[in-house]
């Protein structure tokens, strides 16, 4: 019991100091690079965000319903790790090194992956191309099934787990994406419009927006139409996993979604333009969020836990000190009193 509460209180606190650290983060490079988002508050958000506040506070201080209440700041939590985690991808695309795409297909070409192979198969088989995009689209609801599944099983410590591994895995992918800059293989290799957001096939393009940012010309970002820019590693793909793992716990989804977070990382190439090295790069990533994340949550315990025992400890032999004073002195008046006693 005690090791429950220590990891949920430990969990609860790095997902603050996360939280916490990826707006600082944003905050700076959107200074450094002189970005500035413009935010046009909608009918919903002035009603969800008051509303969202009421009531996690409604049910910390009066309700008194401390779980709901860590669930609904959880959640809150996520949306600002989230929203953060947009943002870095707008600050490293500022970064004007040269686009490494040339580079990402050879390495893709080395590993025996050829793009134009892997679209033509798709194009002959459009059911397997729907299943994929489906699978695709299915962030959004693998985004709500963590925030509410762990809220039905009362698991609050593994949406907070996933908070603090979603914000170091975008961090990171952010990080790489300013030092190995990509346009992605829908410009590079199938030489998809560069000058088009909406492609004559409907399909959308990031590109115009990517270059804006790395040429200057772009420096207000609109809060509403914000859309992950980073090709190189595969942001889809880190999180793919990063729900598998999430909920891992819960044997039910076990299957159900390693089968749908391997389609959707099979979908990347075709519905988010990746190179496949670029979902090699966020699988590293997703790992070793997982593992940064299972150590910080657990590497404290052993104080923790260790704590009540050893003050057990002490509470047992406190009364004892004073009956074993009185043996060690007893000993040394009999050792004086008979010092030929040892020698015999």
């Not at 693998?142 to 996933?162: K, N």
């Not at 969020?289 to 299972?294: L, R």
Request: proline residues 5%; positive net charge.
């Amino acid at each position: 019991m005690q090791n429950c509460t220590a990891v949920g209180e430990r969990s609860s606190a790095l997902a603050w100091q996360v939280t916490l650290g990826m707006t600082i983060l944003v905050v700076v490079w959107f200074n450094i690079v002189g970005l500035r988002v413009s935010v046009h508050v909608t009918p919903d958000m002035m009603a969800y965000v008051p509303g969202y506040i009421f009531l996690t506070v409604y049910c910390r201080l009066i309700w008194r319903k401390i779980e709901t209440a860590r669930m609904l700041i959880a959640v809150g939590q996520l949306a600002i790790v989230i929203i953060m985690g947009l943002m870095l991808s707008y600050a490293a695309s500022t970064v004007t090194l040269p686009y490494r795409d040339a580079q990402l297909l050879a390495l893709d070409r080395w590993l025996g992956f050829e793009r134009e192979a892997y679209m033509a198969y798709l194009k002959r088989h459009t059911a397997l191309r729907e299943v994929l995009y489906f699978a695709y689209m299915t962030i959004v609801h693998q985004t709500l099934l963590v925030c509410i599944v762990p809220l039905l099983v009362r698991r609050v410590d593994r949406l907070q787990a996933y908070i603090i591994a979603f914000g170091l895995a975008v961090t990171a992918t952010a990080v790489i994406a300013s030092f190995i800059p990509a346009a992605n293989a829908l410009i590079y290799v199938d030489q998809a419009p560069t000058n088009l957001s909406t492609l004559p096939d409907g399909g959308h393009s990031y590109f115009p927006t990517l270059e804006g940012l790395r040429a200057g010309t772009l420096r207000t970002i609109d809060f509403g139409g914000m859309e992950g820019l980073i090709a190189f590693p595969s942001f889809h793909t880190a999180n793919a996993i990063l729900f598998v793992w999430a909920l891992w716990p819960i044997r039910l989804l076990r299957f159900p979604l390693l089968v749908l977070n391997f389609l959707l990382i099979a979908s990347t190439p075709l519905a988010g333009a990746h190179y496949l090295v670029d979902l090699i790069g966020g699988a590293v990533v997703a790992f070793a969020a997982i593992f940064a994340t299972s150590r910080l949550v657990r590497a404290p315990l052993a104080y923790v836990t260790d704590a009540p025992a050893l003050a057990e400890q002490e509470t047992i032999r406190a009364p004892l000190l004073p009956a074993m004073r009185e043996t060690k002195q007893g000993l040394a008046v009999k050792a004086e009193a008979y010092p030929n006693a040892s020698s015999a």
